[in-house]
Structures are given as structure tokens and as C-alpha cells.
């Protein structure tokens, strides 16, 4: 009898061993998939860093000269020129936006001034985007189900996502940086740093609800140079707070102590989660090295890239990428701008 529960036990973890290895197995393939975008969908969340139209789909429209380079007329991003998020599916629509959006390989949660947690500088902070998220997939997954049993029903399926891609989707963040922002208006420089582990527990908790539901592919930005955004440069500094290249120190090392806190926190995630896939993207260095760099790729003035003043045509409100309107004029080469991401670069 002994035996017999013996060789029970060892063929039950025989079965788990198995399984595990064939999940993983379809981990890593998916994971290869992503160097060139073999992900069916995608689904991203955050600020107005990857925001492309919510905001201005809800509230109020984004408007002149925003999108004019690009797309040659304004369309709905806080930006002149395209945005971090540059993967090569097609078109990422706004959830928010009801105007011809197309849902089929995937939707953009984002929201220009949103933070991970309440209050902030808009109401969608992460926990509402999350709650976007999953009656999101539960009303287009019963949709399309009812659709695919009645082809009578005069509706089309070509525009809403297939419900067994939700799982095999990549799932972005690209959020924190409003939360800091906020806080240094709000808070003192130490109130500020010690939120911090309150922002991405918060953060950390919708990836745990997200993975309830399925998710297992993430790909998660750490957030850029606050100090060297022009706004907080020009009414931020103080006597000595300022780095040598300009940016204000304060809020640097805020940003540098949240991403240290989101990389460990990632860390723990993936013990966690043994069968999902979390992939920490460096933005920070990046957005610094091209700021660290401006002189030499033709910026004499960052500050120009800040602040529309509608007596000069120059000045552009660009608060998440590089005008490319200012950078074009000046004959500045685009290629040796740093690629933030490594994966796919075009839209």
C-alpha cells in the first residue's frame, strides 16, 4: 500500500514537471516572438508618455501644433512627433476614444497626466485603467462569442480582439513619472521619497490583478529624468539645485531612487510569478543620455523644446518626446537619437 502511494506521488510530479516545462517552453517562444513582435495584441497603461488620444478623447481636445509632424495635423498625443510607444502592430487606439477605433490587436489605457495612485494631475490613475481593463476584455470576449455563434447579427468582429489573445498579448507600463511631479508640488522633497514604496506597491498590485486574469507577458518602463523636463527646469530651480547639465538634481534622484524601488520590486515579481515573463526597460537612460547630449545633436536649448508661446513658432509644447518639427529645421540627424526601445521601433 505504501508503494503503490509512493509511485502515485512520483507520477503526480512527474504530470507537474511535465507541465511546467511546456508552459515554460511557451513562455520562452512568445518571449523570442517579442524581438520581432510576434505578440497577437497589445495593451498599455500609463500617462501621457504612451497616451495616443485618451485624454483628449475625454476631456479636452490636444490641439495645434501637437501631431503636426507625424501626422500632419493634431491626433489627440501631447507630443509634435510620435510617442515611446513604437511597436509594430498596428495603430494602438485609445480605449477612451469612441471615434472609429479599432480593438483588434489590442487597446491603450493611457491618459495624458495620469499617475498609479489618487490624487493626481487626471482621474485616471492606474487602478481606474486597470478596472477599464478587465471589463474591457470581459464585454468584448462575451461580444465576440455571441458573434461568432449568430452570424445574423449585423455587426462586424473584425474590430474587437480575440478572447484567447488576451493571454498571449503584451501588456506595457509606462507610468510613475506624475506621481513624482505631483508630489514635488505638493509634498516635501522627503515626503516625496518615502511615497515611493507606496507608488509601486500600488504599481505592483495591478500587475498582481492582471495576472489573475491571464496576463503573462510585461514589459514595464522605469520613469524618465523629471528634473530635466523643461517645465520643472524653468520653474523648479533654486539656488544650487541644479546639475551641471542643467537638470534639477532633487528631482533626478527622486526618479532614480522610484526606478531602483521598481527593479527590485520587479525582481521579486519574477519569483513570484515563475510563469510569466517581465521585462524592465531602462528610460532613464536613455531620455538622460540624449539630454546629456543635446549640444552635440544640434539642441543649443532644451528649453526651447518646452512651452508653447503662440508668438513664436518655435516653441512647441512637447512634454514626452523630442520636437521633431524644431530638431528638422535644424538639420538635426534623427538617427543618432538614442532607441528607447529595443524590441521594434516603427508604429
Not at 291 to 310: E, R
Request: contains cysteine.
Amino acid at each position: 500500500m505504501i508503494m503503490e502511494e509512493q509511485w502515485k506521488v512520483v507520477y503526480l510530479l512527474g504530470i507537474l514537471v511535465l507541465v511546467f516545462a511546456q508552459q515554460w517552453k511557451q513562455v520562452e517562444s512568445n518571449a523570442q516572438g517579442s524581438v520581432s513582435c510576434g505578440f497577437p495584441a497589445m495593451y498599455n497603461f500609463g500617462d501621457s508618455n504612451s497616451d495616443t488620444g485618451g485624454i483628449s478623447a475625454a476631456l479636452n481636445e490636444i490641439l495645434q501644433p501637437n501631431g503636426e509632424t507625424f501626422f500632419g495635423h493634431p491626433a489627440g498625443r501631447a507630443s509634435d512627433g510620435r510617442l515611446v510607444l513604437r511597436v509594430k502592430l498596428p495603430y494602438l487606439g485609445a480605449y477612451l476614444d469612441s471615434i472609429g477605433t479599432n480593438f483588434r490587436h489590442g487597446a491603450n489605457f493611457a491618459t495624458g497626466g495620469s499617475s498609479v495612485r489618487p490624487p493626481g494631475f487626471s482621474q485616471f490613475n492606474l487602478g481606474i485603467q486597470i478596472s477599464q481593463f478587465i471589463q474591457f476584455k470581459a464585454r468584448t470576449t462575451t461580444l465576440y462569442n455571441q458573434l461568432n455563434l449568430n452570424r445574423r447579427i449585423a455587426l462586424s468582429i473584425s474590430n474587437i480582439p480575440r478572447p484567447a489573445e488576451f493571454s498571449q498579448a503584451l501588456y506595457t507600463y509606462d507610468i510613475g513619472q506624475n506621481d513624482l511631479g505631483h508630489g514635488f508640488q505638493t509634498m516635501s522633497e522627503k515626503q516625496v521619497l518615502d511615497s515611493i514604496s507606496h507608488i509601486i506597491g500600488e504599481l505592483a498590485k495591478s500587475i498582481h490583478q492582471l495576472y489573475k486574469e491571464g496576463t503573462r507577458f510585461f514589459w514595464i518602463h522605469n520613469t524618465g529624468p523629471l528634473g530635466c523636463l523643461p517645465y520643472n527646469v524653468i520653474y523648479g530651480k533654486k539656488a544650487g539645485n541644479l546639475h551641471k547639465n542643467g537638470c534639477v538634481k532633487s528631482q533626478n534622484e527622486a526618479a532614480m531612487e522610484f526606478n531602483s524601488q521598481l527593479k527590485d520590486e520587479i525582481s521579486w515579481l519574477r519569483t513570484q510569478f515563475p510563469f510569466a515573463k517581465f521585462t524592465y526597460v531602462d528610460v532613464y537612460s536613455a531620455k538622460y543620455a540624449f539630454i546629456s547630449n543635446a549640444k552635440n545633436l544640434g539642441v543649443s536649448d532644451m528649453n526651447m523644446l518646452c512651452c508653447f508661446d503662440s508668438s513664436s513658432p518655435l516653441k512647441l509644447s512637447v512634454w514626452n518626446d523630442v520636437s521633431f518639427r524644431i530638431l528638422r529645421d535644424k538639420n538635426v540627424n534623427l538617427d543618432k537619437f538614442p532607441d528607447v526601445l529595443s524590441m521594434c521601433y516603427e508604429e
